[in-house]
């Protein structure tokens, strides 16, 4: 079982399990965005293969059994051990048949979100209100108040509130969302919680923070090392009376042979309502095999928060004491890292230059406009943290970057 002093330790033990990856011979600052995938998840990828080979058609029984331990491990992450958990390739996948299922075209026609959702969801309100949908957008900073500003936004014409746990650009965690989901419910409109930049660096204990409620989504391709595929919708107690306009032929898996009334579809009650269609269960084998990797080495919420926080003091530090003029780059001192999630946002006119001119000192990061982000991970040494920032001030003291205006 790993502790918080060995993820702490120079090599770090961990890095070991991830030989496929090479964590121990790069610096992948990329733990926001694809962290590495520990070298049990061939195994999974493997058991399906093998499954597909030995059962052929049959193999569905043994790939919606992966699944339900793939919903399992959600269920854990979430402290929510009775949840109903409809699985996706995509949160994106899965919003859509939440918004389908909305009265968009009656008496509930708007949508409350902010300006500092991810693209998917950015992307898609912007073409629902192409089409005529009421969309309100708050904007996302400052985060502290987000929650309280949403609720202000909230009436009887609102069909749902669309927010994330922890904003995507920036790090910061959204507080107070237990007060937005009680005026959710006074107004009868429904709350969305995106926690895909919670899980892993943030624990998300969902009745504990008030959110029984809500709708949560997110999803494994980041944090929680599970790759693509792998994405998640929690249903409220409330959700057995929506019936999705997109809806797949998994929807009733159990019942292909019982009589269907053409005029109307029915749905089953639980999670299956928001099932899709035909799959590839490869994603899931290996999610299982890394969720049980993960329960094995003990990276438990609790001390992968320990883990990231500890990791993101020694980023800011470094940067700190790189003493770079803020008009070059900066980061937002006024956040206590404990109000941050799983990396470190530095806002600079420079971000893809200086992403590109990491990449070439072999330091993987990425950037979003004018923000690069450095996203440690739990396989990662100090050392390796120090030779990123230090790479970083060599980047940005590159004679061929514009100076400081």
């Excluded at 708050?138 to 509130?161: H, I, K, N, Q, Y």
């Amino acid at each position: 079982m790993i502790t918080a002093e060995d993820l702490a330790a120079s090599p770090n033990p961990l890095a070991r399990h991830y030989r496929r990856f090479r964590v121990e011979e790069r610096v992948l600052l990329t733990g926001h965005s694809h962290q590495a995938w520990p070298d049990v998840a061939a195994e999974g990828q493997l058991a399906a293969l093998e499954d597909a080979a030995a059962l052929v058609d049959d193999k569905w029984d043994r790939a919606l059994a992966v699944a339900d331990e793939v919903r399992a491990g959600f269920r854990r992450l979430l402290a929510d051990p009775g949840a109903e958990i409809a699985l996706g390739a995509s949160t994106h996948e899965l919003v859509v048949r939440l918004l389908s299922a909305l009265d968009l075209g009656g008496t509930r026609p708007r949508l409350v979100s902010t300006d500092g959702e991810f693209h998917s969801l950015r992307r898609q309100l912007a073409r629902l209100a192409e089409g005529g949908v009421e969309v309100v957008l708050v904007p996302a900073e400052p985060a502290g108040t987000l929650a309280e500003r949403l609720a202000a936004a909230v009436d009887d014409r609102t069909a749902a509130v669309l927010v994330s746990a922890v904003l995507f650009a920036s790090a910061r965690i959204v507080p107070h969302l237990d007060g937005l989901a009680a005026a959710c419910e006074r107004r009868g409109a429904e709350l969305v919680v995106d926690a895909y930049h919670a899980l892993g660096p943030v624990p998300l204990p969902v009745h504990e923070l008030g959110l029984g409620s809500a709708w949560v989504t997110g999803g494994g391709y980041k944090y929680l090392q599970l790759g693509e595929g792998n994405c998640f919708l929690r249903l409220p107690p409330q959700a057995d009376r929506f019936r999705p306009v997109v809806t797949g032929w998994f929807a009733e898996f159990g019942e292909l042979a019982a009589h269907h009334d053409p005029g109307r579809v029915a749905y089953p009650r639980g999670a299956g309502r928001f099932a899709g269609a035909t799959y590839d269960p490869t994603s899931h084998y290996r999610a299982a095999r890394v969720l049980r990797f993960f329960a094995e080495q003990g990276l438990t919420p609790e001390l992968l928060r320990r883990s990231y926080q500890r990791q993101l003091a020694v980023l800011a530090a470094g940067f700190d004491a790189l003493g770079v003029d803020d008009r070059l780059a900066t980061r937002d001192r006024d956040a206590p890292l404990d109000a941050l999630g799983g990396f470190l946002a530095l806002r600079t006119p420079h971000a893809a230059r200086l992403q590109q001119a990491l990449r070439d000192r072999g330091v993987a990061t990425d950037s979003r406009g004018d923000v690069l982000r450095l996203g440690p991970a739990p396989y990662l040494s100090d050392a390796q943290l120090e030779a990123g920032i230090a790479a970083l001030g060599q980047a940005l003291a590159d004679p061929a970057l514009p100076p400081a205006t």
